[in-house]
């Protein structure tokens, strides 16, 4: 296949899927378009590269010319407009998922409720010449390494699964520097100016996030969008239970052994009112698991709506889990962490270039006649774009 016909082709796949032209759509995230038309028509070649097995940018700049080379110069100096990019593709979807979910009747409401899920991981890197990397710990591994931290919002409806920001977290060193915590605060006051400026409501929209987001500026953050918040409270939050002022622990001490309803198998629960000083009144539920070896854990779930019964709670809690499927589908089949950009800018960019690659695989998924899994979907994408 010849580089014109590829180009074209893929260039088409694009606006198939997105319904947008990607020319019009680099001018609109403000990369100086006008400085170089021809070598911004290549950009789809970040966007489409993770799709692409046996490429790599050094064997494109060889096969399309040594021109496609100056595409690095575009990484490292247009991160903000590679992230401005995707929410010029991601926020038409989310707002396309809200509208659908207004016109649906009651019964496809159930399944269709949009969620938006926040959750961070982690990329160990090798390379001195790095810029800010950083030393980070893996809880799973119980050791500390080198590498980066990202920062992803997913948005959930039915079975769409999109990303709508993905924000690489910079050391304290860095004058950028702003925590998890921060970048959460910042995305959600974002789509909530974006959703009043288009006249959307975010009042039937859940946010989902363990216990390190759970924090003062997030959960204000969140109720000032409208936003259902279900989390795990850390134990450093105390709630007025009972005329006490307890911490979650002391809260599974005091009830554990009343009566308790039941969640699923070996899974039990107890439903309480509490009241936090800063967050208002709240739902609190307590949950019992009994594991295989006889341990029993306990934790504790918070609800912002009165309203949220225990199991709406629990099940909505467990929908968290898709956002770490998501974490291994880019990194096992979109490449995330696994380029070796030394300079900031370029790090973010390709980010931003992985999360817009997560949202076509969404879209294809979503236009398939039938359902098909991410890595299937993955599959059948290169297949279309690069086969023949």
Known sequence: MS???????????FTRL?????????IEA?????????????LWVFILLPFL?????????????????????????????????????????????????????????????PMLIV????????????EFIHKLFDHAEDRYFMGYNYVLMLAVSGDTVIPLSFVLWLPSEHPDHRSKNDITRDEIGLLKDECE??????????????????????????????LRVVSKPSNTHKFEFEGELLTPDE?????????????????????????????GSVVLVIRRREQKNGKVIHDVLMCNKAFYNAVRIHKCYKKRWEIEMHFKYYKQYLSLGKSQFRKLGSIRSALSCVAIAGLIVALFRRQSARKISFRKAVRQIARELYDG
């Open 197 to 226: 400026r288009r006249g959307h409501s975010l009042g039937e929209t859940e946010i989902v996030f363990d216990s390190a987001f759970c924090k003062q500026k997030v959960l204000k953050a969140a109720e000032a969008a409208g």
């Open 119 to 130: 959750d961070d991981t982690k990329a160990e890197k090798f390379g001195d010449c790095m």
């Open 3 to 13: 580089k014109k016909t590829e180009k074209t082709k893929c260039s088409r796949f």
């Open 53 to 113: 097995e046996k490429y790599t940018l050094n064997d494109l700049s060889e096969n399309y010319g040594r021109e496609l080379r100056k595409l690095y110069v575009i990484l490292m100096r247009h991160p903000k407009a590679f992230e401005k990019l995707l929410r010029l593709l991601a926020l038409p979807v989310f707002f396309e998922l809200l509208s659908d979910f207004d016109a649906s009747d009651d019964t496809a409401k159930s399944r269709k409720r």
């Open 30 to 42: 403000g990369f100086p378009y006008h400085k170089s038309p021809h070598l911004y028509q290549w």
């Open 18 to 26: 997105t319904g947008r032209n990607l020319r019009i759509l680099v």
């Open 251 to 279: 809260i599974v001490a005091k009830v554990k052994d009343r009566g308790w309803g039941r969640l699923e198998a070996d899974h039990c629960y107890q439903r309480v009112s509490a009241r936090h000083h800063v967050y």
